[in-house]
């Protein structure tokens, strides 16, 4: 899905009934639709590492996401301290 993450509900990738943490490497943004597909069993989702989320679909079909890294401060902004 294309939808930005600043448009869309975060979810644990591990539900926290079944002893998933509230954590970055458990949580992903998922879109409403994509989120209720999740909830009700359709598609299904794995992190395997944190900001790496693979979407299996109902025909086994798999697809691979990747966070963007942040961005880099100017060079010219001072440190915070």
């Known amino acids: 899905c294309n939808r930005l993450a600043v448009f869309c509900e ?6 926290w009934s079944q002893g998933g943490k509230t954590s970055y490497g458990n949580l992903a943004a998922l ?3 994509h989120h209720m597909f999740k909830t009700e069993g359709y598609w299904h989702y794995q992190q ?4 790496t989320i693979i979407a ?3 025909a086994g079909e798999t697809y691979l996401t990747t966070a963007d890294p942040p961005p880099a401060p100017p060079a010219d902004m001072p440190p915070p301290f």
């Open 31 to 33: 879109c409403k639709r």
């Open 48 to 51: 395997p590492e944190p900001g």
């Open 10 to 15: 975060l979810d644990h990738t591990t539900p």
């Open 56 to 58: 299996i679909s109902p």
